[in-house]
């Protein structure tokens, strides 16, 4: 990451959940906060981070901070089924993350002295398969919700997209710019089978399937709540589904911004 980008910190540190708060709307110092919920394979993650940076703003992956927790859990052998304890490693660990530029994510275990980079150890199937562990539990995810919500308060940027699940109702549900980026499962699966290799499309598009009747007992990820903008990315492609956030935003009264390119 070059340092000559941004002036603004390279990486958010996680304080302890629920001891910062979130600037009062509208005050100098509060960034603009664009909040971007979307179904596994919308494009979301790629999308989000190309719209950031083109605005000039950070990016929060949430999804990074439910990975790392997970490892945490393996690492230390907690309980990942057992609410308390997930919550007392919260309590103890120290999480960081990258707003600008390339991800990186680091992860300081309960009484270790020195950061573990875990940018590519939370991506492995070995983390991944256990991540719904942990976010099944309430009371982390609110834990967590207040840990994110700290991070952009205190990120020093003039705006932040913050991208994973339940963003624009449960995170940021009175963020000024909130979207909901969708695409049917075809077209999704279309773009994972891409993604990996020795899967078929078919049983990419079975997996997702399954995936959006699970998710949809606890999310609607096809139709926006009100105040949430709909981006259906289906007949879109990269560049155009990038240049839709960006029109979002800078419709926005609240978040006018220009592009930084």
Do not use: C
Not at 6 to 34: K, M, Q, W
Not at 129 to 137: C, T
Not at 204 to 213: E, M, P, S
């Amino acid at each position: 990451m070059s340092g000559a980008e941004s002036t603004a910190p390279a990486a958010a540190s996680a304080p302890a959940a629920g001891s910062a708060a979130a600037p009062a709307a509208g005050s100098a110092t509060a960034p603009i906060l664009v909040a971007i919920d979307g179904p596994a394979g919308s494009g979301k993650s790629s999308v989000s981070r190309a719209a950031a940076t083109r605005l000039g703003f950070g990016i929060l992956d949430t999804g990074a901070a439910y990975r790392a927790l997970a490892w945490a859990a393996l690492e230390t052998g907690a309980d990942l089924d057992a609410e308390p304890a997930v919550l007392e490693l919260l309590g103890a660990w120290r999480f960081d993350i990258t707003l600008r530029g390339e991800q990186r994510v680091t992860v300081v275990l309960p009484g270790a002295s020195a950061p573990s980079d875990v940018t590519a150890a939370i991506r492995e199937h070995a983390v991944s398969g256990q991540v719904s562990r942990v976010s099944q539990h309430p009371a982390v995810r609110d834990r967590l919700n207040d840990m994110f919500r700290a991070i952009v308060a205190g990120s020093g940027l003039p705006g932040v997209v913050i991208e994973g699940r339940d963003i624009t109702t449960v995170v940021a549900p009175d963020a000024p710019v909130r979207i909901l980026m969708t695409a049917s499962p075809e077209v999704r699966a279309e773009r994972r089978a891409g993604e990996l290799s020795g899967v078929s499309r078919e049983q990419v598009l079975a997996d997702i399937i399954a995936r959006d009747a699970k998710d949809t007992l606890v999310v609607d990820f096809m139709n926006p709540a009100p105040g949430v903008t709909l981006v259906d990315t289906s007949d879109l492609d990269f560049e155009q589904s990038i240049q839709a956030v960006i029109d979002v935003v800078q419709a926005a009264p609240s978040a006018a911004v220009e592009e930084s390119m």
